[in-house]
Each structure stands twice: as structure tokens, then as C-alpha cells.
């Protein structure tokens, strides 16, 4: 998944970040495996949300979800990409051609 960061700013003790995401040329059912803090000037050593959005094209919206479920500060997110049309998961499928847009929030 090719990432950019379109704005990283800090806001009180916490971190706000803004990236463009294009999507796997395979996606795996259950989420992509994405370690936000590669991606955000400064990094961010706890993500404790990340608020997903609607693909470019219009067929998928992305949600994060912590990798261990209600954990609440970690680095690493899963991407959970959902077919708009039916509001059923992604299976496995080139999405490539699709990019969101996420906010990040953490510290």
C-alpha cells in the first residue's frame, strides 16, 4: 500500500495526521496490518484512533480497528476495507486502484 502524509500536526500533547492511503494489490479478509507510525512525521508511538473514509472511486470506505481488538494505544491498526454498495467486507481482491483518506490520532 503506497502511504502519504498529507498533514501532521500536534494538537495539546497529541498528534493529528492526515494521510492518503492506496489499497493492496491483494487484500486479506480481516483487515490490512499497517504500522502508523512509519508514516507520520515525528511518529506516533500509540494510535489511540483512527477514523477511516470513503474511497475515491466511491466502492470502498475503510475503518481502523487495533489489532487486539479494544486495545486503546498501540502503533499498529488493521485497515478494514467494506464494499459501499453492500456493506460487506472486501474479500480477496485487487484494490490497488482505490485510495482513502484517514485521520490518525495519537501521542
Partial sequence: MAQTVISSQPVGSKLVAVLD?????LY???GVSFNLSNYVVGGISAVEFVSGGASSN??????????TGN????SSYKL????????VEAAAIDLSA???RIMVYGY
Avoid: D, F, H
Avoid at 492511503?21 to 494489490?25: H, I
Avoid at 466511491?58 to 489489532?67: E, F, I, K, S, W
Avoid at 478494514?80 to 456493506?87: D, F, M, P, Y
Fill in 58 to 67: 466511491g466502492t470502498y470506505y475503510v475503518y481502523g480497528r487495533p489489532p
Fill in 21 to 25: 492511503l492506496t489499497g493492496p494489490v
Fill in 28 to 30: 486479506a479478509t480481516g
Fill in 71 to 74: 486495545a486503546v494505544a498501540t
Fill in 80 to 87: 478494514v476495507w467494506i464494499v459501499a454498495a453492500t456493506g
Fill in 98 to 100: 482505490s485510495t482513502v
